[in-house]
């Protein structure tokens, strides 16, 4: 079982240039998560899916694009990046959301220059 | 609204014990518990829910109170893997809310 993969694993982009992040899970969740993660802030919630064809706001949702068209993948869109975007960015996955804990992507380092 | 832990950095030597608490001022249903090592992604641990049940995979241990809406884990003689930092979620709406985490490092 390969889990939860996201890639890529590393990127570097220019200040207001896009990108697209994938999240892929082969465990048949239904439940899907983006955070980014900041020194010192711990995990903070972007978007997040409940099922194929919904997508929900988080805590810090400005900036940020997602869709989820298939159960197994989960992208997350930068329209025109920002310094402030400079993170780690955490995919997760989950049985149900509520009572089941959730599976890690191993993230994905993105740097604004 | 994000719980808030405490204490912020705990430092260990091999075999000592340590508290990790976990606080919301919201009613709590149920606590996540993870760890995650320097350059790693975090690792479920544990779920507590209302009722007492507990759910989980590691050899640590942990409470729920509901009426004081915390939660605390606790690692008893601690090993040189369990270095990391400790995170608690709680639920709001259909995700959960992480705290800022807990840098727990065990020396020899």
């Known amino acids: 079982n390969a889990g939860v993969t996201q890639t890529p694993k590393f990127r570097v982009l220019k200040t207001g240039q896009s990108m697209t992040l994938l999240c892929a899970q082969d465990m048949n969740h239904e439940y899907m998560y983006w955070y980014r993660q900041d020194p010192g802030m711990g995990l903070r919630l972007i978007h997040y899916s409940v099922g194929e064809g919904t997508t929900a706001k988080g805590e810090v949702p400005d900036g940020y694009n997602v869709s989820r068209l298939k159960k197994q993948n989960f992208l997350l869109g930068l329209e025109s990046a920002a310094p402030s975007q400079t993170s780690v960015y955490f995919c997760?996955?989950?049985?149900?959301?509520?009572?089941?804990?959730?599976?890690f992507g191993s993230g994905t380092r993105l740097t604004v220059v | 609204q994000q719980p808030v832990q405490s204490p912020q950095a705990v430092i260990l030597r091999e075999g000592e014990d340590a508290v990790i608490n976990c606080s919301s001022s919201?009613?709590?249903?149920?606590v996540h518990w993870y760890r995650q090592k320097h350059g790693e992604a975090p690792v479920f641990l544990m779920i507590l829910l209302k009722g007492g049940e507990q759910k989980g995979h590691e050899k640590i241990s942990a409470s729920f109170n509901e009426k004081k809406q915390q939660s605390s884990l606790y690692l008893t003689a601690s090993q040189l893997s369990y270095s990391g930092t400790y995170f608690c979620g709680t639920l709001s709406g259909y995700a959960l809310n992480f705290g800022k985490g807990t840098s727990l490092l065990v020396t020899p």
């Open positions: 997760a996955s989950s049985y149900s959301g509520v009572n089941y804990g959730y599976t």
């Open positions: 919201k009613a709590l249903y149920s």
